[in-house]
């Protein structure tokens, strides 16, 4: 069955200090990959997905960035974190075509 | 792109009452639907899909409704339970997207003893 890891649950980082968010994905080959952010009491913002490794879309312009290294690793990154940048990061992935994605348990990430 | 918005931001049921949660999509090129749950602090779980090409869709105690004249979806939750407590999202998908979804804002639906 295919899992989905993500890592850390929860994280406090200064501003100015740089991020790395991770995202592995088991039992599955060649899947589509997300990064999305959850404000409180908003609804799921979409910031990257990605079709194959290296190949990474951006959705809205941001501080951040992201990577996959390898077929079922996504990283999202920050140089340098933003009090903005406080939130929920959520991991997901889906197969090809029409058909639901698969979310981690999410990252709380609160700059201070 | 588009957004999916919902009517209602918080809904509170009895226990052992139906639930209805509803949600406006705006693009009319969406073709496919699925409704998700968020428990506090955890990622979203699929509830159930549906595509354009059906109008109602049954699970578990659950029944999604479509109605693609008004772009208008649904979610009916039967026997309402304590568990049943949380966010629920609507979210949609059309061809050109590449399969992304978006998402709507979330209805907090509280059950009552």
């Known amino acids: 069955s295919q899992t989905i890891h993500q890592w850390p649950a929860t994280l406090v980082q200064p501003v100015g200090s740089p991020l790395s968010l991770e995202c592995t994905v088991e039992?599955?080959?060649?899947?589509?990959l997300y990064w999305y952010r959850q404000a409180a009491g908003r609804g799921l913002q979409l910031l990257f997905y990605s079709v194959g490794i290296g190949q990474i879309s951006s959705e809205v312009p941001q501080n951040l960035s992201a990577s996959r290294p390898q077929d079922r690793q996504f990283i999202l990154s920050s140089k340098k974190l933003l009090l903005s940048d406080s939130g929920f990061y959520l991991c997901a992935w889906s197969v090809r075509g029409p058909t639901e994605a698969f979310f981690g348990q999410g990252t709380r990430l609160t700059v201070v | 792109g588009e957004s999916v918005g919902l009517h209602l931001p918080t809904l509170s049921v009895q226990e052992g009452d139906n639930s209805i949660i509803n949600c406006a999509y705006s693009n009319s090129a969406s073709d496919y639907f699925i409704w998700y749950k968020q428990e506090s602090g955890k990622g979203p779980q699929f509830i159930i899909d549906i595509r354009s090409n059906m109008d109602k869709r049954q699970g578990q105690r659950v029944t999604v409704l479509l109605n693609k004249t008004v772009k208008h979806l649904s979610l009916q939750i039967a026997a309402t339970q304590p568990g049943d407590s949380a966010v629920y999202f609507c979210?949609?998908?059309?061809?050109?997207?590449?399969?992304?979804?978006?998402f709507g804002s979330g209805t907090q639906l509280t059950v009552l003893p």
């Open positions: 979210a949609d998908s059309y061809s050109g997207s590449a399969r992304q979804l978006t």
């Open positions: 039992g599955t080959s060649n899947p589509n």
